[in-house]
């Protein structure tokens, strides 16, 4: 059984950043692609970032490329989000997700394997 956490969500204003961490638990977190997608109201569930097993490929969504980073620290089960220049269109709820045994980063949100309760992030103007 995997279990994944979220936290450092929260209110920021326009411009400002937000680290969000997922930590995961379970074995071979290594073998396990990441990704982070959210939810604002009234909207579909949408890809925001995706991370290999060992860091080395990273995929991103247009809206958020050039302000956003995801990382992973393998040692500590902890996927991260850095979310620079944030804008009120970033306020959603930000869920962490990992794939069963699968190194290979997707956007697709229907090949993950397991979620986090989410985090909110607001982004006021």
């Known amino acids: 059984q995997v279990q994944l956490v979220e936290s450092g969500g929260g209110l920021v204003q326009a411009g400002g950043s937000l680290r969000l961490s997922c930590e995961g638990s379970?074995?071979?977190?290594?073998?396990?692609?990441m990704g982070w997608f959210r939810q604002a109201p009234g909207k579909e569930r949408e890809f925001v970032a995706s991370?290999?097993?060992?860091?080395?490929?990273?995929y991103y969504a247009d809206s958020v490329k050039g302000r956003f980073t995801i990382s992973r620290d393998n040692a500590k089960n902890t996927v991260y989000l850095q979310m620079n220049s944030l804008k009120p269109e970033d306020t959603a709820v930000y869920y962490c997700a990992a794939r069963l045994n699968m190194a290979q980063a997707t956007t697709q949100a229907n090949l993950y394997d397991y979620w986090g309760q989410g985090t909110q992030v607001t982004v006021s103007s």
């Open positions: 991370i290999s097993g060992s860091g080395g490929t990273r």
């Open positions: 379970g074995r071979t977190f290594s073998n396990k692609a």
